[in-house]
Structure formats: structure tokens, C-alpha cells
């Protein structure tokens, strides 16, 4: 297989979000001012952070977060990258949603199963699941142990 298999965040979908919570943080910012009622502050206060906070997944719309091709994956983790070859790996597994609380991701085990490393999917990226597996398990048959 010559292309990688990569999930990225769907970066419309944070825009899209972004600019609508900072919009309505202004129009409250707007009636607290224009009514005198500053209690309608914390709802703009708490909008902009929420918009704000999603103009980050806007900002790394090119660097994909799990890229998995012939050789190995690598992926996004809490300080930078992960690269691990398809020998170094003891487990990839791709987890489905868990009720509301746990989103689909993607789970890579080391060999010596010390140490674990997981990449979202689902709603906020461009790869389903059922996708994922798919994709998963044409390369890791194919790749050298």
C-alpha cells in the first residue's frame, strides 16, 4: 500500500462551532451592556472560553493526529509524537463509543504492553470506526514482523 491511512479533526465543523459560540458571546456581551444587567456577563464569559477553546482545532487543521501506513503509525500524544514500528506493537485495537461519556479511539499497545497510546475518532474526525478497522487491519497484516 502506497498512501497512509490518517485521521484529521473535521476542521469546518470547529469553526463552525467556534464562530457560533462567539457570536453569541457577544450578543450576550451586548445585553449585559446595553441592559445594565451584568449577570449576562457569565454566559458571554463562558461562551468566549467555549469558542475560544475550539479555535485551537482550528488552528492545526494540517498535521493529522494517527497516521498509519506500511512501517508503523505514528501519532499525536499528550507532548508531541509517537512512532512506533508494526513490530513494536503489542495491540491496535479501534474502540467504539462507551455511552456518552467515552468517544470511539483508537488504542495502540506497545509489545511489552507498558505503555499505551490512544487517538480520537468519531464525530469530530474525519474517520468513522468501521473505517478505522478496515483501514487497520489491511496494513498490519501486510507490514514486516
Known sequence: MDDAFEVRRRTGMFTLL???????????????????EYVLAVPAILLAGVGLSHLRGVGDWRTPLFVADDHGIRLRAEQGWVGLLWSELGEIRVERREGLIHDPRIKVVSSDGQRFYTSPLGFATNVSPGEAEVQLAQRRPAAAY
Open 18 to 36: 467556534a464562530v457560533l459560540c462567539l457570536a453569541l458571546a457577544a450578543g450576550f456581551g451586548w445585553l449585559a451592556y446595553d441592559r445594565e
